[in-house]
């Protein structure tokens, strides 16, 4: 273990705040591993005055980056993807030894922040604006794309450095600088990946304070680059409750903001589908992570005519999943993030019995180091039980049965989240109903496999309580610059719009 942090730059002690040089004076903080409850480092806090002098830095260093041309910054992308490379394995075992997931789910991500890179590399010559004819004569009507300024990325604890890489990627192509704000449950990836980015901008004389970190209590500091305007735009990334007062505040400024909130993930099991597919992608998306992901799949709505086939053969599944130290190859599931965790599964388990729902296995806590483990749950449940409304961050899977396919799509929209979604089916008749208008009301809709494990070149976000945002791939680049539209007039003359006329 120690060897893999100190490949990483993790001392003992480590300063929280990045802005050119690293600094902290605030609170320390113990960060212990669930994998077993040991300590792996400690970290200091930024303060207040801190964070303001990191966040100068960040917007001092956008003057300047945003002058440099958009291919020159995609080589520096370019060297992070790299440098991410040759430490991945490193990284994601740091992933696995402060957050918990699996160690080849921490591969995974590593991969991921490789993948948004090279897609961002690509993008930096391809930050297109649109050309459209002018309605007057001799004149040319354009966009431009421009650099936007300092945004604020405050991730949340289940992806640790995925999301930072996402955001980052695409956010230096465009010309802005970065400001990282991690869940305090995960700082020391934050730091390595900090480091990573240093490295890299300092081998090109470019202001490392471009990749900018302050970590630090959410009520503080995110409070901090909520309300300061200097921020151009926020990419926040945990629960409903946060989100809805960053956007509040962040709109109250008009700042800029993505949102990317919680998930309630379903996987509708038709009975024209296929049953061997659907128990393999409901139970990775369920078990993965420990059911901590924002895509994880929470409800599984099955045709009445499999579900008590489907119940059984997912219960056997359950019954033997290895759950342990998740840097063993054959574990499948490891530790949730602390002991909070435990007991808020917990606390979800007895709701769920006093709503009426009938718990098929699981809930059970582990006897093992540090106290996190726990057994992934199944509840068999009405359609109208009101815990399935909300979203339990942990491996609790509600089952429902439905008649007819319109009651399926009723099911699976019902609720107020709209992130991610998915049909197992092989009537084309069915897959594309659902991905039609009158189908999936999420911001992902997969056939014939699970909800989660997206990949970096689609747009990722989900509607509804989710919070609407975009980020990683396709257009999602938008977001992250201002739009110029441009008339040009090379007629000699002045002609106004919409046929207006001047008599001077
Ligand atoms: P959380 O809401 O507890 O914390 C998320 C981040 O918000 C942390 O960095 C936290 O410090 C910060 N924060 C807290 N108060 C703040 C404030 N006043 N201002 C600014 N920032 C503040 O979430 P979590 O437990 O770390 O993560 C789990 C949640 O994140 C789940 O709801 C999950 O669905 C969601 N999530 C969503 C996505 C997505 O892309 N939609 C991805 C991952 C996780």
Not at 367 to 381: E, M, N, Q, T
């Amino acid at each position: 273990m120690q060897s893999i942090l100190e490949s990483l730059g993790i001392g003992a002690v480590n300063p929280g705040g990045f802005g050119g040089t690293w600094g902290g004076s605030g609170k320390a903080q113990v960060v212990v591993s669930p994998i077993n409850g040991e300590t792996l480092a400690t970290v200091t806090n930024v303060t207040p005055a801190e964070f303001d002098a990191i966040l100068a830095k960040s917007h001092a260093a956008f003057a300047s980056w945003k002058l440099v041309p958009a291919p020159k910054r995609g080589e520096v992308v370019k060297a992070i993807g790299d440098e991410l490379r040759r430490q991945k394995a490193a990284l994601a075992e740091l992933v696995t030894l402060e957050m918990g997931k699996t160690l080849r789910e921490g591969l995974g991500e590593v991969q991921e922040m490789i993948d948004i890179c090279d897609f961002a590399v690509g993008l930096s010559r391809q930050l297109y604006g649109l050309t459209m004819p002018s309605e007057r004569r001799q004149h040319r009507l354009q966009e431009q794309w421009h650099p936007l300024g300092v945004v604020g990325v405050i991730t949340a604890f289940n992806f640790p450095v995925a999301v930072w890489s996402w955001n980052t990627a695409i956010a230096l192509v465009c010309g802005d600088t970065v400001l990282w704000k991690p869940s305090s449950k995960t700082p020391l990836t934050a730091i390595a990946c900090t480091k990573i980015a240093e490295k890299v901008l300092r081998d090109f004389g470019y202001d490392p304070a471009i990749c900018s970190l302050a970590i630090g209590r959410g009520s503080d500091i995110g409070d901090l680059i909520n309300t300061d305007p200097r921020v151009a735009l926020v990419s926040y990334t945990g629960s409903v409750p946060g989100g809805r007062h960053v956007g509040k505040l962040v709109q109250e400024r008009f700042g800029r903001h993505i949102l990317e909130l919680g998930g309630n993930g379903a996987v509708i099991v038709s009975e024209k589908g296929d049953l061997e597919i659907a128990l393999r992608a409901i139970y990775f998306g369920a078990i993965g992570t420990s059911g901590q992901r924002c895509t994880s799949t929470r409800r599984v709505i099955v045709h009445r005519s499999l579900h008590a086939t489907f119940l059984e053969r997912l219960e056997a599944l359950y019954a033997r999943t290895p759950i342990g130290d998740p840097r063993q190859n054959e574990i499948l599931m490891g530790p949730l993030v602390d002991q909070g965790a435990v007991a808020t599964m917990e606390a979800a388990i007895a709701t769920i019995k006093a709503q009426g729902g009938r718990i098929v296995c699981g809930g059970q806590r582990l006897d093992l180091p540090g106290g996190c483990y726990i057994s992934p749950c199944i509840a068999d449940v009405a359609g109208d039980l009101p815990m399935v409304q909300e979203e339990t961050f942990a491996p609790v899977l509600y089952v429902q049965a439905y008649d007819s396919f319109e009651e399926a799509i009723a099911l699976q929209n019902g609720v107020p989240q709209g992130l991610s979604s998915a049909i197992i089916t092989n009537d084309q008749r069915e897959s594309e109903l659902f991905l039609s208008a009158a189908g999936s009301d999420c911001g992902i809709a997969n056939v014939n496999t699970g909800t989660s494990g997206a990949e970096i070149g689609g747009a990722f976000g989900g509607e509804k309580e989710t919070g609407g945002g975009r980020e990683s791939g396709s257009d999602a680049w938008k977001a992250y610059m201002r739009r110029q539209t441009s008339a040009i007039n090379f007629s000699g003359g002045l002609e106004l719009a919409q046929g207006i006329t001047l008599e001077l």
